[in-house]
Structure formats: structure tokens, C-alpha cells
């Protein structure tokens, strides 16, 4: 039975927490969670990987040890340290480590003193209130347990799409950014990160004199409950349910509790890692001489706390821990795409289809935006649901694109399509049809749950007609509405690269898809990127920074991007080889 990447992933999670839990070697326990959190994140099958006999230890966090252990583990399904540590502790006690605020002191406690060895144990001590009996619990941790219980048990809460957190944020910073005595505001975390979706907000000002914003905060007209409130920090449910928290430094510490509250936190380990290595210790507050002195050495503004570790600034997209560390000090930092670098969007839909806008409207809202070209992609007609186009509508279309590209007041409108990739990987239109197109944009709508060879396989058939130019919205997800099709990414982002093929990244905030590391693994593999919004309407074309945000996460520069040429490149990218 093959060893997916996930189960990996878990049973290094697994082991972390028991040893953790009987107090083994912090280092020990971080290595493995290190690992786990490596291989949880890869778009590669590590079992793939084993069965080539590749090097793994090329992966950040995976030492020779480490390796040979995965290597056993995806042959045997064994992780022999694994059953070692469960021969002495209860391996339920894992899960209690999902409890927020218990920690492995707290689950240890538990155990040693009530005998609490899994959820149900612990739901049930809880409402006995048997729980506030054991040193450092009290009542109102009872009903704290009982509440996370509650949200394992009902899944996770939902965290938010970026866009959603977005809404959210943009009216509470600019109330905030009016309180008296703010010098400096930033919305940090997984937010600044531009991560696909945001669990809460962290706020962070730099002021003198916390009081005003503090109270400003509270005082926000969507605030629903003030969780609590301080003179440094303050937490609000707001009434989407987001969290948000609120935290004041003054200007001197600003940098350092950006660069700490924006994390990841394993970025931030690593970082404070080489501060120790260097005589400093890194905080919230600063940077300061390791055993001397109340006063920072550094810390107003980030770059100071990159610089006193040796490294360049890094882009807060790239602090996954992820190997920018490393690729900083080398000196290797890629050069990420930007929002500027784009002359053009690759993917929109009219109101010939499912659009809202005329051909004319989106052109001029193209040439708004500084674009020098616009494709038009509407559906094809599969998708019935939208008024898709047969060849003879399609033809009539690209009769009025020669109209309104011959007005030249717009961008220049490139002729093409969402052609729908059938179930059996031919493609929606005839040949003949799509010949005359600038450029086809190719996706899945239908049957999106065959199995992974089958559905792999269609995308790959799909791709040998030379017609075929760009994989739109590979994966199919739908971030918390559904999940992306079972589908072999790397071999897919493989074949894209050896023909000459073009991969989406999608805008639409539901979407982002490539994900994060499959834009990583395209840019390894050579296999060039399109960055288009899939906009049906004018304003959607506006959502292209979301796009950006993906593939810079993805360590995606410019060069990877074929929207970043113009008229004449982009011909030139999308060429099939
Ligand atoms: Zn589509
Ligand atoms: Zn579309």
C-alpha cells in the first residue's frame, strides 16, 4: 500500500508529540517536526521519490538520519521510534496536543494525574469538573477544553479565503490608521504572507501612546465581542466571527514585532537561531546582546533584524522556512513578479457567455489598467450552463474582436477560448476552429472525481493537441467548497514544460490555483506560468494582485510569467514545442 505524503507527514507529527510529552530533547522533537512539516508541504510523492532512489536530504529539515528513516518508513510502513515511544506512552495523547492552550506540560499533567488519555477522557473529566483538581488548571480552563473540543470534534473552523480576510481588514486598518499618535500600521501573519486563506488578523501600530488606538479598536462599528483589552494588546470577534488582535509597540520595536508577528514561526526560529549564533537574542521588542543590556541594539525596522543575522531582507511571501534562509545568505534570493511586470491578462469571459461586460468594455477596462493586450476566453460549448460557444459563434466573435481591436481604443484583444477538455482529453471545438485562435485556454468543468491515473492522463491527452496553450485552473479546487481532482501535478507540470505548455495561475479569490508549491515545483521544472484572473467582469480584472500573491509564495520571478512580455514575446512564449 503506497505511503502518501500526508501520512508521513502525521506520523512525524505523531512522534514529535510523544516525545515532546515524555520531555525529550527539544531539538530532537524539532527535527521532527520539522520534517514533518517539510514533507507535508511538497507536491512530490515522497514515496515517488524513495522508489527513484533520490537524494532526499535536498529537502530543508531532512538530515541523512532523517532520510534513511522516511526511506524505511514508506518500504515497511514502519516508523520503528514510533512504536518505541507508543510502548511507553499513549498514543492518543497526540491528539490532546490539538487542544489550544494545553501544550505538552499540560497533556502530561493530565495524564499522570487523572489518567487522561484521549478526547473522550478528557470531554469527560472536563464536565465532572474533575480538571480544575490538577496544579495550574482552573474552571475556566474546563470550559476553554471543552470549547476546543467542541471545534476538533465539529472540524476545524473555517479559516478565511485572503480576499474575505482583505474586506475585512481594509476598512478596520484605515479606522485604525486614523487613531491619534499612529506612526505605523501593518496587517501581519499569514495575512502579510498573502497565505491563500487567514485563520485571524494581527494588527500591529507603532504609536507612543497605545491608548487611543486601543480604544478606536474596540470601538470599530463591526466589532460583535471584545475578547479583551490592554494597553499593548487587544482581541475582537468581529461579525464575519474573524478574529482580530491588536497589538501596539512603540516606533523603536516596530521592525522586530513585524518581522515576529508576521512569522512563519518556523522562519522565525530559524532566524533566531542564527541570532544566537551571534550573540543576539530576538524578540517582539528587539534585538538585543545576549546576557547584556535592557536597551535594543536594533529592531525600528525590519531590515535591521535581517541584517544583524547576516541576511538580506526576505520577502514576507518566502518566510515558510522553506530554504529562503539559506538562498538569502548565499545571496539567492529569487527575484519575484510583480503587479507591474504584467502587460496583459490571459483569461476573461464577456457577455457573450457568462461575462458581464462587452467585448469594448473590457478592452478599455484593460487599457485602464495599463495592459497592452486582453485575451477573451469565453467558454466553449460544454458548458451549456453558460451559453457556450460553438464554432459558428466563435467565429462571429472574432469577427467583432477585428472590429473593436480596429477602433484602437482599448488594449488589443487576443482571439481565444475556454475550450473544455472532454472526459476522453480531446477538446471541446474542432481543430479547424481553433486554428484560427490567438490562443486556447484549456480546462476541466465536468467529471472533475475520476481517479488520478484516469483524470491525469485526460489532461495529458488534452495537451497533445497542438492547439492546446493554457491549463486553466489545474487543479479544480475551490478553496472550502471543494477539493482539487485527483490529479499527478508533477507529471502534469512535466509534460507542460517538455511541450512547451503554459500553467494558470487562477486570480479568483475561490480558486488561486496553481497552488503555492506547485507554482515552486513549475518554476524548478522550467515549465513556464500565466498569471490571469478569469475575470466576468470589468472589475475582476483588478484581481490579478492575487495571482501575484500565489506565485511569488511559489518563488515565481518574471521571467516564468509569459504575461509579463508583450505582444510580440507572448506570441513567441506560447508557442508549442
Ligand atoms: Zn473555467
Ligand atoms: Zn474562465
Known sequence: MPVHNRDIAERFTR???LLEIEGANPYRVRAYRNAARTIGGLSVDIADLVAKGEDLTRYPGIGKDLASKIRTLVETGELPDLAEVEKRVPTELSDLMAIEGLGSRGVKALYKRLGITGLDDLEEAARAGRIREVERFGEKSEHAILAEIEKLRGGAPERMRLADAEDVARPLVEHLTRAEG???IEVAGSFRRRKETVGDLDILVACADSGPAMERFVGFEDVAEVVSQGSTRSTVRLASGLH????AVSPSSYGAALHYFTGSQAH?????RRGVERGYKINEYGVFLSGGGEEPVAGAREEEVFERVGLPWIPPELREDRGEIQAGEQGELPELVTEDDLLGDLHAHTDATDGADSLRAMAEAAAARGYEYLAVTDHSKRVAMAHGLDADRLRRQMEEIDRVNDEGKGATLLKGCEVDILEDGSLDLPDDVLAELDLTVCSIHYQMNLPREKQTERVLRAMDNPHFRILAHPSGRAINERAPMELDMER???AAAARGCVLEVN??????????????????RGAMLALSTDAHSTDNLGLMRFAVDQARRGWVGPGSVVNTRDLGGLREALRRR
Open 268 to 272: 522565525n526560529i530559524a532566524v533566531r
Open 492 to 494: 502534469i507540470i512535466e
Open 244 to 247: 482580530v488582535d491588536l497589538r
Open 507 to 524: 486570480a479568483q479569490p475561490a480558486r488561486l490555483d496553481l497552488r503555492d508549491v506547485d507554482c515552486r515545483l513549475a518554476r524548478e
Open 15 to 17: 512522534l514529535a508529540n
Open 182 to 184: 499612529v506612526e505605523a
